[in-house]
């Protein structure tokens, strides 16, 4: 497990032999004949500073695969600039419908629709390694989209059988998109994926996410935050994409606020003699912790598993006293129910913090709309609390079914009652979305 107190200094060194590929691994390191060109002058950032376009050359479209060869390659402690694409290799630009959205789903299956710049090789990481990869600067692009397709995917594909695409003007100088009827959705971009190569041979759907990181849709994974992620293969191989511009807690459309990063600005450490089992995320505030299952109770069971061994560590405490320390100070929510692998993540105080900080409001209060649920199985607390606020944006703020199902997608942050039984959800709506 990772104690905040580590650190990592690694020389900057350049490789200019040549490559020797096998599956998943590469026997020593080059630097390709462009890297060289990549690399430009830095005496601000940690190590040396890398350029990483976003081009069909340096980009795949919606898997990951062990045995692809890196483009670029870098030392444990230098700096990436990172380009992002759209979806589809930037087919999801505006003027785009939902029925060619929906198409480049069909008719590639067992593909997703990301679009992911990379692999990055990491010299010196090793299967067994901890990757630190910390988000110093992102900067998107100026329009972004959410979209449902047709009676395909998403939380409730059969109840909403016709699709929608919305596209938006990103103003960052106010850091808001305006939505219509009145409503401004606040902007908090995040890499929707940020993860590294599997253990397993082949080539993967880069939907689920798992051990490796990769889909996480965690929106707490903003600049100035840092992911740890476990190492399973030689380099490492980092990858990038499906870049947001906000997301709510729980993504149940299917899409946030879809957009492209003109600056992913990453500092990239490899840590030795560490064991991470999943990746966590360090926030100025929180230690985060993660679970994933197609099942959300089995997702949330993982999380907690996780967060009790955690808090064990960083308390100095014993497992029985991490697991009652968790129901008192761990805020737990959905961070996704869309992706193959639905996600439960902990928001953990760094520092003797006594109690949750956070509001789980039982009904609607001054500040939210709000929709709860307490059934035995999770999955369906879920589906029946976000009905339950699609239907209260409809009742109570006119929106039509397909906005709503819109707004609650990239706005609604869905947190979890771990102390009772069952479990609750409860679903907020911020009311100072509306502007007007």
């Known amino acids: 497990m990772l104690k905040k107190s580590w650190k990592s200094k690694t020389a900057t060194v350049l490789f200019l032999s040549g490559i020797a590929f096998g599956v998943g691994a590469y026997t020593y390191l080059s630097i390709l004949p462009e890297d060289a060109l990549r690399i430009v002058p830095n005496t601000r950032l940690p190590g040396t500073l890398h350029i990483l376009p976003a081009t069909l050359e340096t980009t795949q479209w919606g898997w990951f695969n062990n045995a692809q060869p890196p483009v670029m390659y870098i030392q444990s402690g230098d700096t990436v600039i990172m380009e992002t694409m759209m979806h589809a290799h930037n087919q999801l630009v505006p003027g785009v419908t939902v029925e060619t959205l929906k198409k480049l789903r069909t008719d590639f299956p067992g593909r997703g629709p990301m679009t992911l710049t990379g692999p990055i090789y990491v010299d010196g990481a090793e299967p067994g390694d901890v990757l630190k990869v910390h988000i110093n600067k992102i900067e998107p692009r100026a329009y972004g989209a959410n979209f449902n397709l047709a009676g395909f995917l998403g939380a409730f594909p059969s109840l909403f059988p016709e699709g929608q695409v919305k596209y938006f003007y990103l103003d960052w100088d106010r850091r808001v998109a305006e939505f219509g009827q009145g409503i401004e959705i606040p902007l908090r971009p995040f890499p929707g994926t940020l993860g590294v190569a599997r253990a397993e041979p082949g080539q993967y759907n880069a939907v689920p996410p798992g051990p490796f990181a990769g889909n996480l849709d965690n929106r707490d994974l903003v600049e100035g935050t840092t992911l740890y992620v476990p190492v399973f293969v030689r380099g490492a191989l980092l990858w990038s994409g499906d870049s947001h511009a906000a997301q709510g807690n729980g993504e149940v459309n299917l899409t946030a606020i879809e957009t492209a990063f003109k600056e992913l600005n990453i500092t990239v450490e490899v840590i030795k003699g560490s064991h991470l089992d999943w990746p966590l995320i360090e926030t100025p505030k929180d230690w985060i912790t993660m679970g994933f299952n197609s099942d959300l109770n089995l997702a949330l069971a993982n999380a907690k598993v996780e967060t009790s061994k955690l808090l064990a560590q960083l308390r100095g405490i014993t497992a029985d006293q991490a697991q009652s320390l968790m129901l008192r100070v761990s805020d737990c929510r959905i961070t996704q129910i869309v992706d193959g692998k639905k996600g439960v993540h902990c928001l953990n105080p760094i520092g003797n913090v006594g ?47 397909l906005d709503a199902y819109s707004i609650a997608s990239i706005a609604m942050d869905c947190r979890l009652d771990i102390t009772s039984t069952p479990t609750g959800v409860h679903c907020l709506v911020p009311k100072s979305l509306w502007v007007n």
């Open 355 to 401: 109690k949750l900080s956070e509001v789980r409001p039982d009904a609607e209060t001054p500040h939210y709309l709000v929709a709860v649920s307490h059934l035995n199985d999770l999955n369906a607390a879920m589906n029946e609390a976000s009905l339950a606020m699609i239907e209260r944006l409809q009742t109570a703020k006119g929106l039509s079914r």
